[in-house]
């Protein structure tokens, strides 16, 4: 299975990115969010999912792992396929998709073409504790996404100790908004684990 291919933008669409990789033109189906982040780069690395059927072979390119999880996430669902979960991850981050999934939020798939009331439900219901023990942005998303290292280690530090990564996540993003002062990861975990066992 190919994890990812590195190589050189030659067109670039919505849609889709014709990627040259050692004089062979990769074409990768992609969602607006990583459109978005590619946009103003010529050399670039996509993580990748094949998608076999009998009658083609089609290489869908994610800017982030996260975003790739959340779609074979997706695709796992009973009724979506891959069309349907590009289109979600085209109209909502992954950060939103996550955190509507874990907040049972069904209105928010409204936005989202091809996806009905019944659909979201099942999403929903099949996703979300997949989604919460997840870690990166799939499971923290619901609080907002960080790129602090701290934060990221701290939330690691607490699910190894046994605490779910979402409620960990909450915990140490509630001191961090609720601090004004900086603080080193061993005081983040302290006081994550005051406010969790609390």
Excluded: C, W
């Excluded at 936005?111 to 997840?134: F, H, M, N, Y």
């Amino acid at each position: 299975m190919i994890e990812y291919v590195q190589g050189k933008i030659t067109e670039l669409f919505a849609d889709h990115v014709v990627i040259d990789i050692g004089g062979l033109g990769y074409i990768l189906h992609i969602s607006l969010q990583t459109h978005e982040q590619i946009a103003a780069a010529k050399q670039l690395k996509l993580y990748t999912h094949v998608s076999i059927k009998e009658d083609s072979h089609t290489l869908y390119g994610f800017y982030t792992k996260d975003e790739r999880e959340l779609f074979r996430l997706l695709i796992s669902v009973s009724g979506i396929g891959p069309s349907t979960a590009r289109i979600a991850l085209s109209s909502m981050t992954s950060a939103e998709l996550s955190s509507a999934i874990v907040n049972e939020d069904e209105f928010a798939f409204k936005r989202i073409k091809g996806i009905g009331p019944k659909t979201a439900k099942r999403i929903i219901i099949e996703l979300k504790d997949k989604i919460s023990k997840l870690g990166g942005v799939l499971a923290t998303s619901v609080v907002g996404s960080s790129t602090n290292p701290d934060r990221q280690e701290a939330i690691s530090a607490l699910a190894s100790l046994g605490f779910g990564r979402n409620d960990a996540a909450k915990a140490v993003s509630k001191i961090l908004k609720e601090s004004n002062q900086e603080m080193g990861v061993e005081e983040l975990i302290r006081k994550a684990l005051q406010a969790l066992s609390g």
